[in-house]
């Protein structure tokens, strides 16, 4: 029977499950190749080549970068996870979908999620991809200031599309209650960048690469640490001028932004957005000049690295 909302129902791909998985990669829709049944496996001079296959999610060219450049990444590969999408077939059969405020489309992903949907028992984290991915897993998107660029490299709470919606807002502040919320939930949601996304702007790689590098943490338990009862101590300040990222290193020597799952003082945050643009315009940047940043000993402060680096206590 075809989907009361959006067509004929053809092209339909099914999510692929493996019971045994610990992480479900939940993106947005299916592309053009996984409607057609034909799985990218290289490029030659230039032109991808395709072989048939059965129909599957993640297997045109942002399933092929992911299986090469993001799976190594997070220690993954396509035989240890679960994937799926929020919507399982194409819009008239057209990569483009509405925004997601259009009424429609919201239900339609509700329609697919009650129809399709299932969370295999042993999994332990889900990976959110883009707008509908992060819609479909924890109802977030539609309240203002809240997107998949806000949200990404966070982990949230999973109150997906048939479960009641847990608001972060009223928990705590904004940022307080995305870090509280994906520390002690359950089965947390990292919000991740689609690939689509990267392929667009391939400056915002090195953050995406970030944010995968976080879930063999996430499934080991190290990330994100528990609040810090530190708020009487004064803060940290960095003696050298540099940005440095807790998450990812690709390569030594290399300096990529200051995570901002670790947030400065407000009157940083503008500097540390200038230099992440500064810093994904160049390829090689042995410094960055800008004034000292100070760590905020704070609830979401993480101290804990900060004094492994630098050999800090607190009052130092």
């Known amino acids: ?9 053809k092209g339909f791909v099914p999510d692929l499950i493996n019971d045994q998985a610990r992480v479900f990669i939940v993106a947005q829709n299916p592309g053009e190749s996984e409607e057609r049944g034909e799985r990218l496996v290289e490029y030659k001079y230039g032109q991808p080549i395709y072989e048939p296959c059965e129909p599957q999610p993640m297997v045109g060219k942002t399933g092929f970068a992911m299986d090469r450049e993001y799976f190594p990444i997070a220690t993954l590969t396509r035989d240890n996870v679960s994937l799926g999408n929020g919507l399982r077939c194409r819009i008239n059969h057209k990569d483009k979908v509405p925004p997601l405020k259009n009424v429609e489309l919201r239900e339609a992903l509700a329609h697919c999620h009650y129809a399709h949907y299932k969370l295999p028992e042993k999994t332990k984290l889900v990976v959110a991809q883009g707008e509908l991915g992060l819609y479909a897993m924890t109802q977030e998107g539609l309240d203002a200031g809240v997107s998949i660029t ?54 915002a790689a090195m953050y995406a690469k970030s944010d ?7 499934l080991a338990g190290t990330w994100p640490r528990k609040p810090t009862p530190i708020l009487d ?7 050298r001028r540099f940005a440095f990222d807790t998450e990812f290193i690709p390569e030594k020597g290399r300096l990529l932004r200051y995570s901002m799952a670790y947030p400065t003082l407000p009157t940083n945050e503008l500097c540390v957005r200038v230099v992440e643009r500064e810093m994904a315009e160049s390829h090689i940047f042995p ?15 993480d101290i804990g690295y900060l004094e492994d680096l630098f050999n800090l206590k607190p009052g130092d």
């Open 1 to 9: 029977m075809g989907c009361p909302y959006w067509g004929d129902g």
């Open 150 to 203: 806000s949200c990404r490299g966070w982990v949230l709470p999973y109150t997906p599309l048939d479960q009641p919606r847990l608001v972060i807002s009223d928990i705590w502040t904004p940022r307080q209650a995305k870090y509280l919320a994906g520390a002690l939930c359950e089965i947390p949601v990292l919000a991740v960048n689609h690939l689509a996304y990267i392929f667009r702007y391939p400056t």
């Open 212 to 218: 995968w590098a976080k879930i063999p943490r996430i």
């Open 233 to 239: 101590v004064p803060p940290v300040v960095l003696p």
């Open 287 to 301: 410094t960055v000049l800008f004034p000292p940043l100070v760590i905020a000993h704070h609830i979401m402060a």
